[in-house]
């Protein structure tokens, strides 16, 4: 079984910065691809970046430039750093993880999620 711990959520101002950090155990290959997607209320899951085993990423358009997926694969973990938040970023964040990469709604695995508020 696959299991994912979230880290590093938190409150800040806007135009700052958090790092989310996440760690993964079980089968590497249940995991081929990992990644973040974010869930506030009202709203639907929003897929925010993945990126595979051979560092390959893709991002959505509204966090582009802004936020950066990165992975340490020998201790299993998954990073985001998020820089220029602004309050339309306020989510609870979760990690994710698969065979393949997926869509915010249809990760196989997934964390129990780690909340970001972002303050004007």
């Known amino acids: 079984q696959v299991h994912l711990s979230e880290s590093g959520g938190g409150s800040v101002l806007a135009g700052g910065s958090l790092r989310l950090s996440c760690t993964a155990s079980?089968?590497?290959?249940?995991?081929?691809?990992m990644g973040w997607f974010r869930q506030s209320p009202g709203k639907g899951r929003e897929g925010v970046a993945t990126?595979?085993?051979?560092?390959?990423?893709t991002y959505a358009d509204s966090v582009k430039d802004r936020f950066i997926i990165s992975q340490d694969i020998t201790n299993s973990n998954l990073y985001l750093q998020m820089t220029s938040l602004t309050p339309g970023d306020t989510a609870t964040y979760y990690c994710?993880?698969?065979?393949?990469?997926?869509?915010?709604?249809?990760?196989?695995?997934r964390g129990q999620g780690t909340q970001v508020t972002v303050s004007s």
């Open positions: 079980g089968p590497t290959y249940k995991r081929v691809c």
């Open positions: 994710a993880a698969d065979f393949a990469c997926r869509t915010a709604d249809t990760w196989l695995y």
């Open positions: 990126i595979d085993r051979s560092g390959s990423t």
